[in-house]
């Protein structure tokens, strides 16, 4: 069965290369052998290369006529997983796991699902009432008992037993010999030991060591029985089993996993928070909002700079091409038609001067059916114009009548309703025939957002204050809420054509949320030939285009508020990354290397090495899940808090801040990544070293 020809085994340190074995030759066949000699003299040695738990220098070792150098390491695993069983002289207990699961250990890897042969096991060990404690809770002489339950449950053809009742009592040790002397009738049992007493009274055949040599082989018993060779069988773990068995070690040492979490949560956290101020996508923000509010439209303005300074410009139908060029948009648009004309003659003194309504009127617009249809607008009283004397105002405007009042000759008349208001008169300076009023359109302006800026006593004191004030004045530069509204056709036919001059304040577009190009609020350098021609004489270096609204304005400031934490956070965050990855890989590194006597005895036991590192880069995946999820979970608590700031704190009508697919990606990619690196090289190498020495934690 087994035979040995002229097999050299030594072991080299700094100094000096130790002989182990010299030139050992045997054959072995059955029965129970026991191997003695004092410690030192090979006898582990040759048990380590028996069960290919160490490789020999020269030689030959043959099982069943295979030779084991010339194996395979496929068909070193199935060696060991269906062959070999092997006793442990210090037990190599999985800690922490029960006696049923270190005893089922074997029969996972042969598929065996069902409970009977692990009580089988535990019978012969006398130890059926210890099933279901802990292998940390047993005493020595019990741990033993569990470890040659372990080897024998798979049945295997040769039993190799190193010094099994050395740490034991006489009682135990008897209970341990009487088990093993009955499965040598079926198996080759071959024993390694000191105890020449029990080695005389149970051994059919006694080899002795000294000094690496065999001195003597004597046979007590002659035991010719065949063992009966098993079917060959590859030795597999199933993919459940690995799930399980990565997620039983991930929380062997709660302690531990929960400190290097914590860890690599608020490490990861900060990358997540850092990159979110940085990169926040104000496109999506502005049209989740805007899809909200069901916003139907964008106001444009221009504005000039030169080398030193800024300048409001109206645009000419040469600029409203050119800005209609860049958002890729050529559909019907609306237009704020300038005026110098004044509307302020016309309000009455019932109450005292506010910022809120220092704004001006901004233009004109000319509006129809479609008009109110295409921006979702309604009339709150009256009608549309019908005749160029006829006009519209908006509610912001009756609201400025219903605070100062209607001037009506040298009085002030009080609006109360909007029925107060219609078919009064509207006087223009410069203008000496009036414009009757017909109708009060609602603009959708959201006032009561604005409301402690009307307070008389309201004070621009605070951070809050200046947002609010900054949206409000946008909202207005606008001109939607705060201009006149006449009929169609009105402008041409008052002022004539004027295209070629710039006589638009704003320009409105129709508006979708699936239109974002109509987003971008460019600064654009004057490279196209006739703005440049246009402007260059003028020492004006670039034109602005910008989205006059309430919520872009709130959008930016926040950007410019955040700016100087946005580049600490920057900073922060590739400082984080450097020490993140560092973390892992020597988390990783000290994981894998205190693992290194599991992985062997879970190699010894008959678990593939691929499959081992399996297991542990599995374990090391759900760490990574566990990261990813807590940390998705504390990032969001924290946006939360920052938005619930920005929202509350500042007045902002939009919560700037969420995590986007880009953090997603970054903190799944990033965490997996890591952890491979972290881990698979680390047990990559530790593949390549010998059994033994795992089991020995070198």
Do not use: W
């Amino acid at each position: 069965m087994i035979k040995i020809e002229n097999v050299v085994k030594n072991y080299k340190t700094k100094s000096v290369t130790v002989e182990a074995l010299k030139n050992v030759s045997l054959e072995i066949n059955s029965g129970m052998i026991f191997i003695t000699g004092r410690s030192g003299s090979g006898k582990t040695t040759l048990l380590n290369l028996i069960g290919a738990l160490d490789k020999y220098d020269s030689g030959s070792i043959k099982v069943d006529n295979k030779e084991l150098k010339e194996m395979s390491s496929r068909e070193l695993d199935d060696y060991r997983a269906n062959e070999i069983g092997i006793i442990f002289q210090e037990y190599n207990l999985l800690e922490n796991f029960s006696v049923k699961e270190n005893i089922n250990m074997p029969l996972l890897i042969q598929g065996i699902e069902n409970e009977n042969p692990i009580d089988e096991a535990l019978r012969n060990v006398e130890l059926e009432e210890m099933k279901n404690r802990k292998t940390n809770e047993l005493s020595g002489g019990q741990r033993q008992r569990v470890a040659i339950a372990r080897t024998i449950v798979k049945k295997p053809r040769i039993i190799l037993a190193d010094e099994p009742t050395g740490a034991v009592d006489s009682e135990t040790a008897e209970i341990i010999f009487n088990c093993l002397k009955k499965l040598s009738e079926t198996s080759l049992v071959i024993i390694a030991s000191h105890d020449l007493e029990s080695a005389n009274k149970y051994a059919d055949r006694i080899i002795s060591f000294k000094d690496g040599r065999i001195v003597e082989d004597r046979v007590i018993n002659d035991k010719n029985q065949s063992i009966v060779k098993k079917e060959e069988e590859t030795a597999k773990l199933k993919n459940k089993e690995i799930l399980k068995l990565a997620l039983s070690f991930l929380f062997r040492k709660p302690k531990r996993l929960i400190m290097i979490l914590l860890i690599f949560i608020l490490s990861l956290t900060g990358i997540i928070i850092s990159d979110t101020f940085g990169s926040s996508n104000t496109d999506k923000v502005l049209l989740n909002e805007m899809k909200k509010n069901d916003t139907r439209y964008l106001v444009y303005s221009q504005s000039f700079y030169t080398s030193d300074s800024n300048i409001e410009s109206y645009m000419d139908d040469e600029d409203v091409n050119y800005l209609l060029q860049k958002i890729k948009y050529d559909g019907k648009i609306d237009y704020v038609y300038s005026f110098y004309d004044e509307v302020d003659y016309n309000y009455g003194a019932l109450a005292s001067s506010n910022n809120y309504y220092r704004i001006k009127e901004k233009g004109h617009i000319e509006i129809d059916n479609d008009f109110m249809s295409m921006y979702n607008f309604k009339l709150s009283a009256g009608r549309l114009p019908e005749n160029d004397n006829e006009v519209v105002v908006t509610e912001y405007i009756y609201n400025k009548f219903q605070y100062y009042g209607y001037k009506e000759g040298n009085k002030s008349v009080k609006i109360s309703t909007f029925d107060d208001l219609i078919d009064k008169d509207l006087y223009l300076t410069g203008r000496n025939d009036g414009f009757k009023i017909v109708g009060i359109l609602d603009t959708l302006f959201n006032e009561k957002r604005y409301s402690k800026i009307r307070d008389k006593n309201f004070v621009d004191n605070g951070l809050k204050s200046q947002f609010l004030i900054n949206s409000y004045e946008s909202e207005m530069n606008s001109g939607i809420h705060n201009s006149l509204y006449f009929m169609n056709g009105y402008t041409k036919r008052f002022f004539g054509d004027y295209t070629n001059e710039a006589a638009y304040v704003r320009i409105i577009v129709p508006f979708s949320t699936s239109e974002s190009n109509k987003l971008k609020l460019f600064v654009n350098e004057v490279k196209y030939p006739t703005i440049k021609d246009k402007y260059e004489k003028n020492n004006i270096v670039s034109v602005e285009y910008s989205i006059e609204k309430g919520l872009f304005t709130d959008v930016e400031l926040l950007k410019n508020y955040f700016n100087l934490i946005i580049e600490i956070t920057q900073i922060v965050s590739v400082v984080l990354i450097a020490l993140i990855t560092l973390l892992f890989i020597y988390y990783f590194n000290g994981l894998v290397d205190g693992r290194k006597k599991e992985i062997g005895i879970l190699t010894a036991i008959g678990i593939k090495k691929a499959e081992v590192r399996k297991i542990f880069l599995i374990e090391a995946l759900y760490i990574a899940l566990l990261n990813i999820i807590m940390t998705l979970i504390v990032s969001l608590m924290i946006l939360r808090i920052m938005n619930s700031f920005t929202t509350s704190t500042l007045g902002l009508s939009v919560e700037v801040f969420y995590i986007s697919i880009r953090q997603i990606v970054f903190l799944v990619g990033f965490s997996i990544l890591v952890i491979i690196l972290g881990s698979y090289l680390p047990l990559k190498k530790i593949s390549k070293k010998q059994l033994i020495n795992l089991i020995r934690g070198k």
